[in-house]
């Protein structure tokens, strides 16, 4: 294998870490502790591993913890009843409600009816358009998990060109944002692009945001390029058994590329560490209060 590994294991790690020791201080000298609240609506199975785990890691940190278990059946008007009353909590600094909820409610709505400041996903509209003008904003997590474990890799990443495949709300665009304030070139493709390989072909790092297992081969890629796979693919083996891939066809890429994020344990478990991140963030503003050298965002 040529490529060197981008533990994401690792970078989540000290980044709790840093959380964590952030937390002892402002209990500490500030008698504050970070508080955050997780909604969930019905039962979906994976959802429910998120925000166990979320709980989990947010309570190892030294904050506070609140879950929410809602019926599947509850109506928009009562969860938006509870969002509004978290937002008016002052022990409740960040507030996620898990997505995706039942067809019944309009997501749109109930993600703005966050106090931008709480949102810690950073999917208000009111944050996307922060982030989109290069100002302090509310950063969503799994694009800023990527970020930083490039930046931890490379340093500087200004002039590099990027392509992003997939150009969703939560990883795509705000991928776009976060690479174009640090001057890369960045390029974002989706279902629609043509010749995808060539413009893959050209990157010095590609971010996989697509949800199709092993999409990126290793004759795609530019030999030196930096893989970031973002995908989480249940894919079945010939004995039945089932495994997790990315968007990433790891044994050919990792020949070639000259650094790779492993599927598990690259973009996911950044992903929970930078919401511990938004969380504590979320905290110090509120207070006005020293914000944790983290994120230069
Ligand atoms: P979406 O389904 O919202 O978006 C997928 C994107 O991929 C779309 O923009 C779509 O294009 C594009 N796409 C689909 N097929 C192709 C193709 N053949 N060629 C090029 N582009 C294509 O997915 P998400 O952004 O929510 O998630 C992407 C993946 O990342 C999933 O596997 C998800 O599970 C994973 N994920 C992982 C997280 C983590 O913490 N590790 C967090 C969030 C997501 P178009 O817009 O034209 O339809």
Known sequence: MVAEII?????????????AEHVTVLKKEHKVTPGLAVVLVGEDPASQVYVRSKGKQTIEAGMNSYEHKLNEDTSEADLL??????????????????????KHINEDAVINSIDPAKDVDGFHIS?????????K???????????????????????????IIGRSNIVGKPMAQLLLNESCTVTVTHSRTKNLEEVVGRADII???????????????KSGATLIDVGINRV???DG?????????????SQVAGAITPVPGGVGPMTIACLLVNTLVACCRKYKLIEPDIISN
């Open 241 to 253: 058994s089932k495994r997790l891939v990315g968007d990433v066809q790891f044994s050919s890429c």
């Open 207 to 221: 971010i996989a945001a697509v949800g199709r297992a092993e999409m990126v081969k290793g004759d795609w890629i």
């Open 81 to 102: 009843e509870l969002v509004n009353r978290l937002n008016g909590d002052d022990e409740v600094h960040g507030i996620l409600v898990q997505l995706p909820l039942p």
């Open 236 to 238: 079945e083996g010939s």
């Open 7 to 19: 533990d994401g294991k690792l970078f989540s790690r000290k980044l709790r870490d840093q959380v």
């Open 137 to 163: 904003s509310m950063v969503p997590c799994t694009p800023l998990g990527c970020l930083l474990m490039l930046k931890g890799f490379h340093g500087t990443l200004a002039g590099m060109d990027a392509v």
């Open 127 to 135: 944050n996307v358009g922060l982030l989109a003008t290069g100002q």
